[in-house]
T-cell receptor, first 112, second 112 residues
Framework: RKEVEQDPGPFNVPEGATVAFNCTYS??????FFWYRQDCRKEPKLLMS???SGNEDGRFTAQLNRASQYISLLIRDSKLSDSATYLC?????????????FGAGTQVVVTP | DAGVTQSPTHLIKTRGQQVTLRCSPK?????VSWYQQALGQGPQFIFQ???????QRGNFPDRFSGHQFPNYSSELNVNALLLGDSALYLC???????????FGSGTRLTVV
């Protein structure tokens, strides 16, 4: 089993619709969680951190479910500019400080 | 404020050669990590440097080595290049890992 797993997609989303996808992780000791977005042939850019209580940043909402070991990202009112690959990132734990594990990414395509 | 800068942006090398990639972290960042990203995959952790020492290492052979300088800049060296080393090499820096990493735009290495 991979340490961080994501549905590769693509998720084809009409403009204005809502899309949500999950990321599962295997290490129960993982401490920090993030969502990054990556545009084609560009570097990953931090989208948001994921907190235990869940957090929202504009149209983006991130949730953490420690019991089931997954994080989720929800995008409301999708824009064409939201088309990208979304990477789930997990920090492996206190003995692996800063050793971030990336998922392979979920591709989102927003269509007019 | 300059972000993470990497050089060169593109590189073509022959199998068996050696290569050195360079990274200057974002101002105020003291921790640098290197990642390898193959096409269609998420970034894979190579190693992390802090206070001029390798602190964490991923599952990469000893052909991959690095260095961090007193000004926090870093180098990634790869010896005896293989065709499979062709990838985008990303440098990421942070001051505090709980806030996530900032990535450079990467060096695209092609081994022929």
């Amino acid at each position: 089993r991979k340490e961080v797993e994501q549905d590769p997609g693509p998720f084809n989303v009409p403009e204005g619709a809502t899309v949500a996808f999950n990321c599962t992780y295997s290490n129960s000791a993982s401490q920090s969680f993030f969502w990054y977005r990556q545009d084609c042939r560009k570097e990953p850019k931090l989208l948001m951190s994921v907190y235990s209580s869940g957090n929202e940043d504009g149209r983006f909402t991130a949730q953490l479910n420690r019991a089931s070991q997954y994080i989720s990202l929800l995008i409301r009112d999708s824009k064409l500019s939201d088309s990208a690959t979304y990477l789930c990132v997990v920090n492996k734990g206190t003995d692996s400080w800063g050793k971030f594990q990336f998922g392979a990414g979920t591709q989102v395509v927003v269509t007019p | 404020d300059a972000g993470v800068t990497q050089s060169p942006t593109h590189l073509i090398k022959t199998r068996g050669q050696q290569v050195t990639l360079r990274c200057s972290p974002k101002s105020g960042h003291d921790t640098v990590s290197w990642y390898q990203q193959a096409l269609g995959q998420g970034p894979q952790f190579i190693f992390q440097y802090y206070e001029e020492e390798e602190r964490q290492r991923g599952n990469f052979p000893d052909r991959f080595s690095g260095h961090q300088f007193p000004n926090y800049s870093s180098e990634l060296n790869v010896n005896a290049l293989l065709l499979g080393d062709s990838a985008l090499y990303l440098c990421a820096s942070t001051r505090e890992v709980d806030y996530g990493y900032t990535f450079g735009s990467g060096t695209r290495l092609t081994v022929v």
